[in-house]
């Protein structure tokens, strides 16, 4: 069995930074650390563009 955590490390304009752990559950030993950049893309035109303050104030809590 494995536990999956995840975190946001920071978040500007465009961007954040997203850390994950894949840790086995029976002894908590960490098996995978990961990090990934997440760019919020406007659909229509493909261009990355500002993250709505709607968003980033949602999120913010979950930011260390």
Same mark, same amino acid.
Request: no cysteine; hydrophobic share 40%; proline share 3%.
């Given at each position: ?12 304009? =465009? ?5 994950? &752990?894949?840790?086995?559950? #029976? ?6 650390? #990961? ?9 229509? +035109? +493909? =261009? !990355?563009?500002?993250? !709505?303050? =709607?968003?980033?104030? #949602?999120?913010? #809590?979950?930011? &260390?």
């Amino acid at each position: 069995e494995l536990v999956v955590e995840t975190w946001i490390t920071d978040m500007k304009e =465009k961007k954040s930074t997203r850390v994950y &752990h894949i840790k086995r559950k #029976a002894d908590g030993r960490t098996l995978i650390r #990961a990090q990934t950049l997440w760019v919020y893309i406007e659909l229509t +035109g +493909g =261009k !990355p563009v500002e993250i !709505p303050k =709607k968003i980033i104030d #949602a999120f913010q #809590a979950f930011v &260390h």
